[in-house]
């Protein structure tokens, strides 16, 4: 038994994408909702389950509660709620339990969410304030060791040696999302395209990583609305059916320095992958477009190698000029900029271009969509998903 | 070059704390000393340390004594500085030890960044951070 279309996203809503939101984190959640709400064509009491993000380690990296929501959005009572966690792991697990939930008669409509204020709050990604002390963080931080892109870093540069990648490569990543979020008004980086002179001049953050190899840093809100085939047929929308969710831990994982096992990859996303297929019964060639999750460029071509769309070794080279991941090549990626360059919402607004690509109506539409591959953050417990037709 | 501390943000270094089995590595380490768990039983080494041995689950567990040695795995180097304690550019570096399957994050106390690659043999140098803490940073390692 799987959950193949037994649930489906019906509503997808977010927050304008900005470096000063002006308004709390709470706020934003409450925004995103009621745009999923009205996107979905429900009125927002009919919600009564809720997935939050929970927390990586103990970071604290969701401050909204379902309860803060509800209260706002006149939800009598939710009888599901649980949290996801991992940071960005999280993303498409939420969905993965919003599904389980409503395809059992949990809930009937689930909603999933997050929202951010890292680059105007109190707390910003990146640097080490708030951080907790614990016995986690004794290894790391002692040694000035302390910030997500250098934790990626790290794995990174092993990668490039032992699989021959290049910044260049790396650059036409960053180079294709940038384009596509030039396309998307939503986008903070919309209109602003960029060159390979203009990744290679942009300041070297932790070697090897330059700013361009690295996401925004944004405040945002991300909302979805998961419910029942049976239920979406009276909404608004043309249901995202979920074909499959997977999520995973790996061997020796350990939050974001998962560096104590043979080899420093993305184990996690290599056995989600294995969970996600063997759910399905579908292969990479299967996925006509596929979101990332792309906190930093390198993680695509690794993402792509453990995943098996390519072999190992080969994930660089893939991304060599761009034409294979761009809109009109075999593996279109992250087609509304990708939080390189759309918005860091922690994965959650890959999950509503997936949506949007499933239901025609993405400002870079890839032709004839069946599958739509997103997948969650790399360094944590991870979790993937695939969305479909219903077919 | 190195790390070199900014000393006047001392205040904001980050102690290590400790889960009650991880006590002996840190102890150790305030003695500049640096010792890796092993299983007693089936001579695993645990590193991070574990309140039990994952292979054989036995709760017999030891704190073995370092050659100190070890070659660089990956490193990363800063050059945006991400906290005022600690000077860019500086070095940050992943250890294959000698101990089997034992790998520590630490910094370079000797050289430059440039003159690091994969492989590169290491020994361990316990450098003064504070009145209380030293910690095991690396040096290449002498011939």
Redesign the interface.
């Known amino acids: 038994m799987t959950i193949k279309n037994k649930a489906c996203i019906v509503g997808i809503g977010s927050t304008e994408f900005s470096r000063v939101s002006g308004r709390s984190e709470i706020h934003m959640a409450v925004d995103a909702s009621m745009a999923a709400c009205h996107d979905a064509g429900i009125n927002p009491e009919e919600i009564d389950g809720a997935v939050k993000f929970g927390t990586a380690g103990q970071n604290c990296t969701e401050f909204t509660t379902e309860t803060d929501v509800a209260r706002c959005l006149g939800i009598r009572n939710l009888r599901y709620f649980v949290e996801a966690p991992w940071g960005g792991g999280a993303c498409c697990a939420t969905v993965l339990h919003a599904a389980l939930a409503v395809a059992n008669g949990m809930a009937n409509y689930v909603l999933c969410f997050r929202s951010l204020k890292p680059a105007s709050g109190t707390v910003r990604y990146?640097?080490?304030t708030r951080?907790p002390?614990?016995?986690h963080?004794?290894?790391?931080?002692?040694?000035?060791?302390?910030?997500p892109t250098?934790w990626v870093?790290?794995?990174t540069?092993?990668w490039m040696?032992d699989t021959g990648a290049t910044n260049d490569q790396l650059g036409w990543v960053a180079i294709v999302c940038r384009e596509n979020a030039a396309r998307n008004p939503r986008a903070i980086f919309y209109g602003r395209p960029m060159t390979m002179e203009d990744y290679y001049k942009s300041?070297?953050?932790?070697?090897?990583f330059r700013i361009n190899d690295t996401c925004l840093e944004n405040d945002g809100s991300v909302a979805l609305i998961v419910t029942t085939p049976e239920r979406a047929k009276h909404l608004k929308q043309k249901p995202a059916y979920i074909v499959g969710a997977a999520e995973a831990t790996a061997w020796d994982s350990?939050c974001m320095?998962s560096?104590?096992r043979d080899y420093?990859g993305i184990q996690e996303m290599e056995e989600t992958g294995k969970e996600l297929w063997k759910q399905t019964g579908l292969s990479p060639k299967n996925m006509d477009v596929v979101q990332f999750y792309d906190a930093f460029t390198s993680l695509v071509p690794m993402q792509m190698e453990a995943l098996g769309f390519v072999k190992v070794g080969e994930g660089g080279p893939f991304c060599e000029g761009g034409d294979r991941i761009r809109p009109t090549g075999e593996l279109p990626i992250n087609t509304a900029g990708g939080m390189l360059s759309e918005a860091y919402i922690h994965g959650m607004n890959l999950i509503t271009e997936g949506v949007r690509q499933i239901r025609g109506t993405a400002i870079t539409q890839i032709k004839n969509v069946e599958h739509v591959l997103v997948t969650g953050g790399l360094g944590v417990p991870t979790s993937a998903l695939i969305l479909g037709q219903g077919r | 070059m190195a790390?070199e501390l900014n000393k006047r943000y001392l205040q904001y270094?980050?102690?290590?704390?400790?889960?009650s089995f991880?006590e002996g590595f840190?102890q150790a380490i305030k003695q500049k000393r640096l010792v890796f768990q092993r299983c007693k039983k089936c001579k695993e080494f645990l590193?991070?340390p574990r309140p039990m041995c994952y292979k054989c689950h036995s709760y017999d567990l030891e704190w073995v004594e370092s050659s100190g040695k070890g070659k660089i795995?990956?490193?990363?180097?800063?050059?945006?500085e991400?906290?005022p304690?600690?000077r860019v550019p500086?070095e940050?570096v992943?250890v294959d030890m000698e101990e089997k399957?034992?790998?520590?994050?630490?910094?370079m106390a000797e050289g430059k960044?440039e003159d690091l690659y994969?492989g590169m043999p290491v020994e361990v140098v316990f450098m003064p951070?504070n009145d209380e803490?030293s910690?095991p940073w690396f040096r290449p390692a002498k011939k």
Request: with cysteine.
């Open positions: 990146g640097r080490p951080v002390i614990d016995a963080w004794s290894y790391t931080m002692p040694f000035g060791f302390a910030s250098s870093a790290m794995i540069r092993r040696h300041q070297m953050m932790c070697d090897p350990y320095t560096y104590y420093i | 790390l270094f980050y102690e290590p704390v400790a889960e991880e840190w590193h991070p795995y990956s490193w990363v180097v800063f050059t945006r991400v906290h304690l600690y500086f940050v992943l399957g034992v790998r520590l994050i630490s910094n960044p994969f951070i803490w910690l």
